[in-house]
């Protein structure tokens, strides 16, 4: 947890700790006798000013999420506690911040991994469907050829082209399939010519 200690109402910064100096990136001579303002550490003014305003109304503000940018310019996101504190004539903000940014950022890729398993699952019930009326085109237009077309002719050649199509809709199902982690992989060479060919 970075702590730091400013002075109220002026804001000049009076002690940092070490969690401070490694969050932000600067070392005390940098900080102490400057304000959060000068050394540019709050990366949007409006969480500031509402911070500030808890702060005059409630003397105390607690795990309010803000924003900020460190030395390098990389803006790292920290929940915020602040204190007023009143010593004889002297008042300071005691101020304590704890990185949350590694977490977040862990959160959402935790977020992103189940949206896709969710994805894959979609996939793999669209794609078994799709099967089955691949499945119902493909028998039928077989029939048709062995019992009812002539070898050769133009309608024999058109069926071909429609099983051929749904031969190449059942490949896409199974690579749907793969992707949902439904079915094993199963690597197979491709004639890149005739994959071109059978796309023009």
Same mark, same amino acid.
């Given at each position: 947890v970075a702590i730091a200690i400013s002075s109220f109402p002026d804001g000049l910064l009076?002690?940092?700790?070490?969690?401070f100096v490694k969050l932000f990136g600067y070392d005390r001579r940098e900080v102490i006798g400057r304000t959060a303002i000068e050394l540019g550490l709050w990366a949007d003014p409006s969480e500031k000013a509402? =911070?500030?305003?808890?702060? #005059?109304?409630?003397?105390?503000?607690?795990?309010?999420?803000?924003?900020?940018? =460190?030395?390098?310019?990389?803006? #790292? #996101?920290?929940?915020?506690?602040?204190?007023?504190?009143?010593?004889?004539?002297?008042?300071s903000i005691l101020w304590l911040s704890h990185d949350m940014t590694d977490r977040l950022n862990l959160e959402a890729q935790v977020r992103h991994l189940l949206k896709m398993e969710a994805v894959g699952r979609?996939?793999?019930? =669209?794609?078994?469907?799709?099967?089955?009326?691949?499945?119902?085109?493909?028998?039928?237009?077989?029939?048709?050829?062995?019992?009812? =077309?002539?070898?050769?002719?133009?309608?024999?050649?058109?069926?071909?082209?429609?099983?051929?199509?749904?031969? #190449?809709a059942a490949n896409l199902t199974r690579q749907l399939l793969t992707f949902s982690r439904k079915n094993n992989v199963s690597l197979q060479p491709l004639d890149l010519n005739m994959a071109v060919t059978n796309c023009t």
């Open positions: 009076t002690d940092i700790n070490e969690s509402e =911070v500030e305003n808890a702060l #005059r109304a409630n003397k105390s503000v607690g795990g309010v999420e803000c924003r900020f940018q =460190v030395k390098s310019g990389v803006q #790292r #996101r920290a929940l915020v506690f602040m204190e007023k504190i009143t010593t004889g004539d002297i008042t979609l996939a793999a019930g =669209v794609a078994h469907d799709f099967n089955n009326f691949l499945t119902v085109i493909q028998g039928n237009v077989l029939i048709v050829l062995k019992k009812h =077309v002539p070898e050769g002719s133009a309608l024999a050649n058109a069926l071909n082209s429609v099983n051929e199509a749904a031969q #190449r």
